[in-house]
């Protein structure tokens, strides 16, 4: 990607770097690779910088029930 001078090369077929480029520029939890293209696409010619700038300011957060705490001071 950068290492390699090329400032425009996009990875495709992760996991997680979707979602990281889609929650930093959309607002949105979850993408796959096509949405994250459409995404990226008016950052044409630095789109290995948006994705690394995504990653590094770090994932969507977690969705789902939070454990309601309990006061264990009283017993």
Not at 10 to 36: C, F, K, N
Not at 67 to 75: A, E, M, P, R, Y
């Amino acid at each position: 990607m950068l290492g390699l001078g090329d400032p425009d090369s996009v990875i495709v077929g992760d996991d997680q770097i979707p979602s990281y480029v889609a929650w930093h520029l959309a607002g949105e939890r979850r993408a796959e690779d096509p949405r994250m293209l459409e995404l990226l696409e008016p950052c044409k010619g630095q789109r290995a910088r948006v994705q690394a700038f995504a990653k590094m300011a770090g994932a969507p957060p977690r969705h789902g029930h939070r454990i309601s705490l309990v006061d264990l001071q009283g017993h």
